[in-house]
């Protein structure tokens, strides 16, 4: 166990609804960074949160938004759903004093996303 | 910002031979370079990383290099085995930033 959870693991909503996907980090980690993998594709960084801020964003419109909770977990929501945000959608905890993530870099399992 | 590029983007071989997989990466100030391997439905593992203050790494039969004048690392799969079957991903970051830019993966199959 990797110690990072996602919920839901799967999830099929109806375009132009809104979704809410949440992440519980490893015990000891303070940052959570939300990734969104295509199928076929690498994950792609969609923001940063720490601090119950967010402190880094990719290149994701606005309809993508987060908050950190002051137990470090975090939500992942997404407004007006198109069918390309279908995708697994990967949430990873790390300390930010770490130099260089790597070990300490932890993933969850993430959540399938369908947009129908 | 930074663009990273895999190739190839599928690689089969036979049990027992070699594989090799690359990457470049845009960024000069990128300094740190991991590998995960990703199995179906599964999370992203990583498998092996190397920092930019260092050429080569060696963790048994999986080794990385870097060149950071040509801006490009490669993965080395030797006596490859059908359980090393799975998506690799390589990934380009800074130090403290705690962000990975992927590239679009390689998948490997071992032919036993």
Redesign the interface.
Known sequence: D?G?TQSPTHLIKTRGQQVTLRCSPKSGHD?V?WYQQAL??????IF?YYEEEER?RG?FPDRFSGHQFPNYSSELNVNALLLGDSALY?CAS?R?S??????G?T????TRLTVV | GENVEQHPSTLSVQEGDSAVIKCTYSDSASNYFPWYKQELGKRPQLIIDIRSNVGEKKDQRIAVTLNKTAKHFSLHITETQPEDSAVYFCAASQAYLNKFYFGSGTKLNVKP
């Open positions: 990797a990072v940052t960074s076929g594709q690498g994950p792609q960084f940063q880094q290149n990967l790390s930010l770490t130099a260089f993530s790597g070990y870099y993933f969850g399992s993430g």
